[in-house]
């Protein structure tokens, strides 16, 4: 027993060491080999956060990306859910600031005097959020850290030097890291008038990207790096593949960083860590992923945009089931003002979310998809609206506001160590009907939140819960947003 206890200790020990030696190369076949860490699967709800200088004007046309500011400005182009005649943003910058005044000189009104980073974890703790990924530059350029590469165009473009004269990613990473939340770094690989990116790309990865790039894993040591603005070369003119391996190899992150799958052009979904979509529906993978998408349409802060653009707390619990159901993560995205005040709609719908995932938080982390993520009732399925970014209403339009003929989703499905955990997103009735399940003797189902044994039957060869009677004061207000039920042993 003595032997057996030592040998068992000693592989303990020794496995750390041994994953600490493993050594990737600069080629996809290696690189897609490092597992994604475990927590990120089991994590489900994510927080996005886009906060910059195209938090002063804050605007483009409702449908579009208002952290696009830049580009549609000196582009005259905008593309997005709409008819634009592309002069929207130089229109309204001209008629606001005048048009001598530049997007880099907008830096010098981004002071975020009001930024309280301490509050900000506080929300996002009782949003129920496992990880948060927060720009530290965006396409523009500009940086949310003092960087010598930021300024390197010739003039200061970063917070440190030009706006709030703070190091922003540093205040937050500080306070993110004295709660349970996972700290994560957005970060663009290429900014759209960089003079080097326009002048000689090359010269750009080597002298601009990669540095920059290793000062903020040095800097922040981040649970997560999410790359993008990838699409533009591929990964090989990118030489993200060497980047990557220092990064798995010989970074302060070796053994622990996440990365998403944007590396460079037509990586996404087939390279790099866990995939990722954006506004889209009806995804699922065999490996980790995430679905990206704001509470609006814009991942900046928008003030065009208005009450019925923002998705309600019930269409946001039902995004979160939907994907999880089908073994994804939702990273949902807010953009705080210049100041640095997160819109109070936005903190309500977090703190809702949060109320909900409290009662039924056990039916979505650390769950993985069953074998059917959803019931449907009879009908034509997956009604999506023609849009080029999918507004978060579609999952209203599939569970609880159906269009004529169509079918809705009665139930999601996740499951958690034995349990098989059914989700409706409205209040059954007097009973809920699994279709084609047979109960087990000596189950017990449970609503989460009451947590009274319910009573079932097998009937029709369906599985039959009587539910109890529907007290407004038991089971509404957020916790009423969708219901959760444990069926003890049924995932085998």
């Not at 032997?3 to 290696?30: E, H, N």
């Not at 997103?425 to 047979?438: A, F, L, N, S």
Request: with cysteine; net charge positive.
């Amino acid at each position: 027993m003595k032997k057996i206890t030592f040998v068992f200790l000693f592989s303990l020990l020794i496995t750390p060491l041994v994953f600490s030696q493993q050594r990737y190369t600069a080629d996809w076949a290696s690189l897609d080999a490092r597992p994604v860490a475990p927590w990120f699967a089991d994590a489900k709800f994510g927080i996005f956060i886009h906060w910059g200088v195209y938090s002063v004007p804050a605007w483009s046309p409702k449908g579009t990306y208002s952290e696009w500011y830049q580009y549609w400005l000196q582009e005259k182009k905008v593309f997005g859910n709409g008819k634009y005649t592309g002069t929207e943003v130089y229109d309204y910058h001209v008629k606001r600031f005048g048009s001598d005044v530049t997007y880099y000189d907008l830096a010098k009104y981004f002071k975020a005097e009001l930024y309280d980073p301490e509050a900000w974890a506080d929300l996002f703790v009782r949003a129920g959020a496992r990880y948060i990924v927060v720009t530290s530059k965006h396409h523009d350029g500009y940086t949310m850290w003092p960087n010598p590469q930021a300024n390197d165009r010739g003039f200061p473009w970063n917070s440190m030097d030009i706006g709030p004269h703070r190091d922003l990613l540093g205040e937050l990473e500080q306070a993110v890291r004295k709660t349970d939340i996972k700290f994560g770094i957005y970060y663009s690989l290429y900014e759209w008038y960089h003079p080097l990116w326009i002048a000689d790309k090359e010269k750009f990865v080597t002298q601009h990207f990669f540095p920059q790039f290793k000062d903020l894993i040095n800097k922040y040591k981040p649970d997560i790096i999410w790359p993008d603005g990838e699409w533009m070369m591929t990964a090989e003119r990118w030489h993200t593949p060497e980047l990557l391996a220092w990064l798995f190899n010989d970074s302060p992150v070796a053994q622990t960083i996440v990365i998403n799958d944007r590396w460079g052009k037509g990586c996404r979904q087939k390279h790099g860590g866990y995939y990722t979509t954006e506004y889209k529906a009806g995804a699922t993978f065999d490996k980790p992923w995430e679905e990206c998408r704001g509470m609006g349409f814009s991942f900046g802060y928008n003030r065009a945009e208005d009450l019925q653009d923002y998705n309600s707390a019930k269409a946001l619990v039902l995004l979160l089931v939907d994907i999880v159901s089908r073994g994804g993560n939702l990273l949902l995205d807010i953009g705080p003002t210049a100041h640095g005040k997160i819109p109070v709609i936005m903190q309500e719908r977090l703190v809702q979310m949060g109320n909900w995932l409290r009662v039924n938080g056990e039916a979505i982390y650390g769950t993985r998809k069953w074998k059917e993520p959803v019931q449907w009732s009879k009908g034509k399925r997956d009604y999506q609206p023609k849009q080029h970014y999918l507004g978060g209403d579609y999952i209203l339009k599939q569970t609880v506001d159906p269009e004529p003929g169509y079918a809705v989703k009665e139930l999601f499905f996740t499951q958690k160590e034995g349990n098989l955990y059914a989700i409706a997103p409205r209040w059954p009735g007097k009973e809920m009907i699994v279709k084609g399940m047979k109960g087990k003797p000596g189950m017990q189902v449970t609503l989460l939140g009451y947590e009274k044994p319910l009573k079932w039957e097998n009937r029709d060869g369906n599985l039959v819960v009587k539910l109890p009677p529907y007290d407004p004061a038991t089971f509404g207000g957020d916790r009423g947003l969708a219901y959760a039920f444990r069926l003890e042993g049924m995932s085998k």
